[in-house]
């Protein structure tokens, strides 16, 4: 039982290149979370999934996009990545505030 | 929309030193409370959460908390700290008849000092 699993560990880009993180889940949960952290500013959500082919904006959506095909997959893509976009990124299952995080993807974008 | 503070932005102690961090909140229903911990280069962990019940809470490794809902308070305590707490905390908070999204904190940066 892995939890909570996120490729790539560590990115850099070159600005207007384009990715997507993988996020996934080994424990059946219909609820899961893209933040991201930057020093000093706390967690900000990105977008959020209620259950797979539901999606929704959190409070940092721009610049991003999610897909939620099945239960266990949760990838965030970012198109055409920015400098503003270099931060550590982490995926989140879990519901009623109660969250489990993965490892974390930290990107850089120069 | 509900809000949370920490006011605490970097404490540094030395170890056996007791430790508070404070969190307040800005909602005035039934709240769900959580305390994360995140270790250097790690991801956050839960370190201790309140539902409902009696109002101090103990978490893992020796940490307490104690909700005070006239202060809409959640204060975290630890009596004696180590050099191995050291990491970043955050506290959270959620309407327990709302949204399942918490609201997180900015975060307190914990330094101990050996």
């Known amino acids: 039982n892995a939890g909570v699993t996120q490729t790539p560990k560590f990115r850099i880009l070159k600005i207007g290149q384009s990715m997507t993180l993988q996020c996934a889940q080994d424990?059946?949960?219909?609820?899961m979370y893209w933040y991201r952290q930057d020093p000093g500013m706390g967690l900000k959500l990105i977008y959020y999934?209620?259950?797979?082919?539901?999606?929704d904006k959190g409070e940092v959506p721009n610049g991003y996009n999610v897909s939620r095909s099945t239960t266990e997959d949760f990838p965030l893509r970012l198109e055409l990545a920015a400098p503003s976009q270099t931060s550590v990124y982490f995926c989140?299952?879990?519901?009623?505030?109660?969250?489990?995080f993965g490892p974390g993807t930290r990107l850089t974008v120069t | 929309a509900q809000s949370v503070s920490q006011h605490n932005h970097h404490v540094i102690l030395s170890e056996a030193a007791s430790l508070e961090l404070g969190c307040n909140y800005s909602?005035?229903?039934?709240?769900?409370l959580f305390w994360y911990v995140q270790y250097p280069g790690q991801h956050l962990q839960l370190l201790l959460k309140?539902?409902?019940?009696?109002?101090l809470v103990k978490g893992i490794k020796g940490f307490e908390a104690e909700f005070i809902k006239s202060k809409f308070s959640f204060n975290l305590r630890k009596p004696s700290v180590q050099w191995s707490d050291t990491a970043e905390y955050f506290c959270?908070?959620?309407?327990?008849?709302?949204?399942?999204?918490?609201?997180f904190g900015r975060g307190t940066s914990l330094i101990v000092h050996p």
């Open positions: 959270a908070v959620r309407s327990s008849g709302g949204s399942y999204i918490p609201t």
């Open positions: 424990m059946n949960h219909n609820y």
């Open positions: 909602y005035g229903g039934t709240v769900n």
């Open positions: 989140a299952i879990g519901d009623r505030g109660e969250q489990y």
């Open positions: 999934s209620v259950g797979a082919g539901i999606t």
């Open positions: 309140y539902f409902s019940g009696d109002p």
